[in-house]
């Protein structure tokens, strides 16, 4: 087993890896930018090193600079956690090259599924299901027009080199094709430095599911049941929940088998996440693999009862699977929500800044990862994620209310975030229905926002409470925080010029 | 203590006075039971008769928010006494702070300590989400302390200079 080992990472991903190495008797290797210095990850590991500006690719993307702390350190493996490095195949090859064990695929099963086209290929030779497309790259606009019409519109214009929605074109008819391409090439270049795009038919509101596959060394490979992550913004997960609710134990068999199959293929271990898009008759076409540890991974562990950090680990220091498909069982239900640092009210812009206040739920059914904390400044250089909250119950119905409990004992103060946006979401009665797809958060979003019945005597409890902070002073507010009454030079009612001028910036 | 509160724009009297360790209070001339334990620094732990709320309270720059559950209220509160008190207060004497409206980054410098400035002279520019935005001098003087340097990132309320 390792001695010792570095996250290539920031945020809630590196607290809950180096949380594993703990658990595990593992010394771990937090790096950090120069913003980040008082960052929760930082605190919770045994060394930590600095690896200079807060842009990624001074820092978190700069592979010599990693590798470097790793030989200073000592480290024996590298845990990449999900984004920045943890599907840079050159990333895993220095590894290697350096004598670190990279906790994670071969470099070259990144490579055969990096590239969405390529791994149409080989899933194309190993007999998966997927959806009617190009498997190569359009070379022309007649190519294109072609493909089109051979598989009927609508189609979807993808980036090769893609993710995230970058590069993605929903084309409905003829005449939108030829814009749409252009479009989708120069996003492609421009967020990927590679300007490939193929087509696939589009699927409307299909549902977004995807298949947790684990294998180790030695060619044992098994799936842990599935995550519906149907509920994105702008192609962006923002709830996941295990099981799916439509998945029954012959699909869920069926799909598995594929995702295993696929995972075969591309001669893949260690963790990894097999998507599927799942149009209304239930039939699934795989999408592409996720060649990490995804954000999502806890739905999964509580269903499981397995620990994916510390089996990747395991897996990656060269032992079996202890465990065989049979013996995966799943129990119970479970749904994450994404916290973000982003205001519900603006057009969900970030929202970087000062927490001032941070209550914690907790209780029954309740897990949540997290790296932050009451006095630390969200730096605005990285991705809004705060932190992940899981509620676990027996069925769908109690992990649901769970969840909802604990998000309204959930407050972060100072900063704005998304956690309004889950209560209306578990509470809007499609969701209570299980009646989800990629759509649906649009759908909503769209909907005039119906103010929740309020108590009548809120306002009084506001007023007095206002009266009664004030009488306290300072002594009733936290650190570093002005008493309420206001004796700004500014007129309280009057907004500041500054606001003013945002404003008017805001609506050019 | 009387206060004139404002919630979400409309306004409220509120007497509030300490008695025997409890509060007493009236609303708008209206009596209410109310009994208040600050359980830390910004929350409130408040019984009105006998109905229990927490409230939060968020103060962000010059801004405040009570949260009573999950609905947000924004809030202003002054102190009639204080307001007379302010109008003698809003003029040109003392040291004034300029601080800064909202996280972000300090883009420029325009000035240097000792300098004399006018009236709204530009001083600093924060810059946050890709916007700029030029903090002024609040009055004529001098730029007695300047807090911050180029690149120096800063939270809302942050101290940035202060003019003589």
């Keep these: 087993m390792f001695k010792k080992i570095l996250i290539a990472n920031r945020g809630e991903i590196a607290v809950r890896v180096i949380r594993a190495c703990h658990e595990m008797g593992i010394s771990a290797v937090a790096v950090y930018s120069d913003v980040d210095r008082a960052s929760l990850h930082v605190r919770k590991a045994d060394e930590a090193y600095p690896i200079g500006a807060p842009a990624a690719s001074e820092s978190y993307l700069n592979i010599q600079k990693i590798l470097d702390v790793a030989a200073r350190s000592g480290a024996d493996a590298i845990h990449p956690g999900y984004g920045f490095l943890s599907e840079n195949a050159k990333f895993a090859r220095a590894c290697a090259d350096a004598g670190v064990k990279f906790i994670g695929p071969t470099a070259a099963a990144m490579d055969a599924m990096g590239s969405k086209t390529r791994a149409r290929q080989a899933m194309e030779r190993a007999g998966v299901p997927f959806v009617p497309g190009t498997s190569r790259g359009l070379e022309s606009f007649e190519q294109a027009e072609e493909a089109a019409a051979r598989i009927g519109y609508p189609v979807m214009l993808k980036a090769a080199a893609g993710g995230g929605g970058k590069g993605m074109r929903l084309v409905h008819a003829p005449e939108e094709l030829k814009s749409a391409l252009e479009g989708a090439r120069s996003e492609a270049e421009r967020s990927f430095g590679d300007s490939e795009v193929y087509i696939e038919k589009a699927i409307l509101n299909p549902r977004h599911i995807e298949m947790q596959v684990l294998a180790d060394e030695h060619g044992n490979t098994v799936y842990l049941g599935e995550r519906e992550c149907s509920l994105q913004r702008r192609h962006q997960k923002v709830v996941e929940e295990a099981p799916s609710p439509i998945v029954d134990p012959d699909m869920r068999r069926e799909m598995g088998e594929v995702a295993v199959r696929v995972a075969q293929a591309a001669g893949y271990t260690n963790a990894g996440t097999v998507e599927f898009l799942v149009d209304q008759q239930k039939n699934f076409y795989f999408l592409e693999m996720n060649t990490r540890l995804q954000v999502e991974h806890p739905v999964t562990e509580l269903i499981t009862g397995l620990d994916l950090v510390h089996l990747q680990i395991r897996i990656a220091a060269g032992e079996r699977l202890p465990f065989t498909q049979d013996e995966v069982i799943l129990r119970g239900h479970a749904i994450e929500c994404r916290i973000y640092a982003e205001d519900p009210d603006n057009n969900y812009f970030p929202s970087p800044g000062k927490i001032t206040l941070l209550l914690l739920p907790s209780g029954p059914g309740i897990r949540r990862d997290s790296g932050m904390y009451e006095g630390w400044t969200v730096p605005m250089d990285y991705d809004p994620l705060l932190a992940k909250l899981i509620g676990y119950g027996t069925d769908r119905e109690q992990a649901t209310a769970r969840l909802t409990r604990a998000l309204n004992e959930y407050f972060v103060g100072g900063i704005k975030t998304n956690i309004s946006l889950f209560r209306r979401i578990l509470s809007d009665p499609d969701f209570r229905a299980a009646k989800i797809d990629t759509g649906f958060l649009d759908r909503l979003l769209k909907q005039p926002r119906v103010e929740v019945a309020t108590d009548p005597g809120a306002v009084d409890v506001a007023v007095i409470a206002a009266g009664i902070f004030a009488v306290l002073g300072s002594a009733g507010a936290g650190a570093n925080e002005r008493p309420v009454v206001n004796d700004n030079v500014n007129k309280p009612n009057a907004p500041s010029n500054w606001k003013i001028a945002a404003q008017k910036e805001a609506t050019r | ?164």
């Design chain 2, 1 to 164: 203590m009387t206060y004139d509160i404002a919630i979400d724009g409309k306004n409220y009297r509120l007497d509030l006075n300490r008695q025997e360790g409890g509060w007493s209070c009236r609303l708008d001339g209206r009596e209410v039971e109310v009994d208040a334990v600050l359980a830390r620094p910004d929350v409130l732990s408040l019984r009105i008769g006998n109905q229990a709320y927490e409230v939060k309270c968020e103060r962000v720059g010059g801004d405040l928010h009570l949260w009573v559950g999950s609905v947000r209220f924004a809030a202003e509160v002054r102190d009639p006494r204080s307001l007379r008190g302010r109008v003698r207060a809003v003029d040109d004497h003392g040291p004034k702070k300029l601080t800064a409206p909202m996280p972000g980054k300090i883009v420029r410098v325009l000035v240097r300590q000792g300098d004399a400035v006018e009236t709204g002279a530009g001083v600093l520019v924060v810059e946050a989400m890709k916007m700029q935005n030029e903090i002024k001098s609040p009055k004529k003087g001098t730029i007695q302390k300047i807090l911050v340097s180029e690149g120096a990132a800063v939270n809302a309320g942050d101290v940035l200079a202060i003019v003589e």
